[in-house]
């Protein structure tokens, strides 16, 4: 590769730590993302269990009405409707909410692959840019140790035969 094309070495430094900046950025963004999933994950299991703590109180509800209860209906009938009535209501809510939470999981997933993307392409650019950093180090090198040889030629090519002055 032709030297001038590359970058002078503090150049190449400074895009390295630039990248580096990059990466570390996009790390964070993926600790987020994934703290996010983790959050969305805890919501739906705790949803769930909410619907299974109403499920089982209307379960004992209808075993109390079914059996305990039933020669008191006429008396506390209406009672017991109401309450099957109001864990219904709480039992789709919580279905409800369990919609809401699995999307929002879904959407907190799209993140963190999102998130994932990005750190591999931060991290690609950064092997690039420390490729390209490495190749004008080596560049910058050879023409210093070549030029170091032509002048060693030239004071060769200027001593006189004999080794002395």
Aim: aromatic fraction near 0%.
């Amino acid at each position: 590769m032709n030297p001038a094309h590359l970058p002078r070495p503090h150049e190449a430094k400074q895009l390295c730590r630039l990248r580096a900046l990059r990466v570390q950025r996009a790390r964070e963004r993926c600790t987020e993302a994934h703290a996010g999933v983790e959050r969305a994950v805890e919501a739906v299991r705790q949803r769930e269990r909410q619907i299974v703590q109403v499920q089982d109180e209307l379960d004992a509800l209808r075993e109390l009405v079914t059996h305990a209860m039933a020669p008191h209906l006429p008396r506390w009938g209406s009672m017991c409707d109401a309450q099957r009535d109001l864990l219904v209501d709480r039992l789709e809510r919580a279905e409800s909410g369990l919609v809401d939470d699995e999307r929002r999981l879904e959407q907190a997933q799209e993140q963190l692959q999102q998130a994932r993307a990005d750190l591999t392409r931060a991290l690609a650019r950064q092997d690039a840019v420390q490729g390209v950093a490495d190749q004008a180090k080596r560049v910058r090198s050879q023409l210093r140790e070549r030029r170091s040889d032509t002048e060693i030629e030239d004071l060769r090519g200027t001593a006189p035969a004999g080794g002395r002055p």
